[in-house]
């Protein structure tokens, strides 16, 4: 197959956050691709318990600087850069002092989770995107991993469907076990919108956008889904299936299937 171009959109990475399948994932498919000379290019947010200082992260002047307007209220983008030593692989990282700096994960010390999620997911899938876009690079698949990605789809076909960067994207979801606690809350829908993502396209959709219909916004948007573990929602594995759009299921050889699915998905041009 020719080299593709992919950006990878992940939720978590090892070794900045604690590892699990997902951030294991997020470290080893990105290094996995990169070896086979595909280019690539790695997102993750800036969870506040990552330390900087150990990861050697440091900001990107030239990429910072953008607001971007979430819920009527103006956020500034602030982007980070550090590389895996024992990959070689550049990740970088979008940061905002109210969604990230001060903030864990998905929940806080309490383990409940923030009421914000979803204005979080929407920063960092518009942050991801204008900073690839102000990157002039044009990937050939986006891979999506995590909750945290779920509404890069929906914007790549609808609101970046126009940009020169974006056009001929395909966009690849993986389906882990990792959940949400707590749905979105209802304000989510109104936050959702932005450019040709308009509110007529959000009706089908509960009011109360919950773990499910996050993956179900993914998977309407998505070219292709992957099986990313053993034990996924059934639901969800059974409604890309029902949609008719193609779907990866678990295998152990990860690096071998995903690449074979991404030329599925994104065919050499003849």
């Known amino acids: ?6 950006l990878f959109i992940n939720q978590e990475i090892a070794p900045y956050v604690p590892e699990t399948s997902m951030a294991i994932m997020g470290r080893e498919l990105p290094r996995a691709m990169q070896e086979r000379n595909h280019e690539i290019r790695t997102f993750m947010p800036k969870w506040g318990n990552i330390n900087e200082r150990r990861g050697q992260l440091h900001e990107v002047i030239r990429l910072s600087g ?4 979430i819920n009527d209220t103006d956020h500034p ?3 980070k850069v550090a590389s895996i030593q024992s990959t070689r692989v550049q990740v970088y990282f979008i940061d905002n002092e109210d969604y990230f700096t001060k903030r864990q994960m998905e929940a806080d010390e309490k383990g409940e989770d923030y009421p914000d999620n979803g204005e979080r997911a929407i920063f960092f899938a518009r942050g991801v995107l204008e900073t690839v876009k102000k990157l002039r690079w044009v990937p050939d698949i986006i891979h999506c991993q995590g909750w945290m990605s779920a509404v890069v789809p929906l914007y790549i076909k609808t609101a970046y469907h126009d940009e020169p960067s974006f056009a001929d994207t395909k966009v ?9 606690k707590k749905d979105l809350g209802q304000n989510f829908k109104k936050c959702l919108e932005f450019r040709d993502a308009k509110p007529e396209l959000l009706t089908s959709y509960k009011d109360n956008f919950d773990f499910e219909e996050l993956g179900k916004l993914a998977i309407d948007y998505s070219d292709g889904i992957i099986q990313a573990e053993k034990e996924v929602n059934k639901k969800l594995l059974k409604y890309s299936r029902d949609k008719g759009i ?3 299921p678990f295998s152990d050889n ?4 995903y690449e074979a699915f991404y030329d599925q998905i994104c065919p050499d041009p003849e």
């Open 1 to 6: 197959m020719a080299k593709k171009k992919i």
């Open 66 to 69: 953008m607001n971007l307007i």
């Open 77 to 79: 983008l602030i982007i």
């Open 172 to 180: 690849v979801s993986s389906l882990f076990t990792k959940t949400l």
């Open 246 to 248: 193609p779907v990866l």
């Open 254 to 257: 990860f690096a071998d299937a």
